[in-house]
């Protein structure tokens, strides 16, 4: 929300989060995880979740010569945003699955965290 009280979607809309009935967006968590130096890239997905419907999952891939710290990029995360939105799954990874035009394929990743973890189970 702007200085004026008017929201701005930035992000698609079809990457939106549906987390326990709140609407999650993608770019904004990647653009705090961004700021973290240890990280180089990230993109954040949806997956399912039996108890909420989706979790955040993010996956990064480190800046040149920093280690993966998944509890340190946690903690950033939600010392700048709301716990709902800080990642609940953390894949680091050394290559994207990208288009022709060079972005990201999204569900490329949500397809194989399903194929490697699976649904969650219901609680």
Request: aromatic share 6%; with cysteine.
């Amino acid at each position: 929300m702007d200085a004026r009280g008017y929201c701005r979607i930035t992000g698609r809309v079809k990457e939106m989060i549906i987390r326990g009935g709140e609407n999650l967006f993608p770019a904004e968590i990647e653009n705090v995880l961004l700021e973290h130096a240890s990280v180089a890239e990230v993109a954040v997905v949806g997956v399912p979740d039996a108890r909420l419907g989706e979790a955040v999952a993010a996956f990064v891939r480190s800046a040149p010569g920093a280690r993966f710290d998944a509890e340190a990029l946690r903690g950033h995360c939600c010392a700048q945003i709301a716990a709902q939105k800080c990642p609940a799954h953390w894949i680091e990874v050394d290559e994207w699955p990208l288009t022709g035009s060079g972005k990201i394929r999204k569900f490329v990743l949500r397809e194989r965290w399903l194929a490697e973890r699976g649904p969650t189970p219901p609680a």
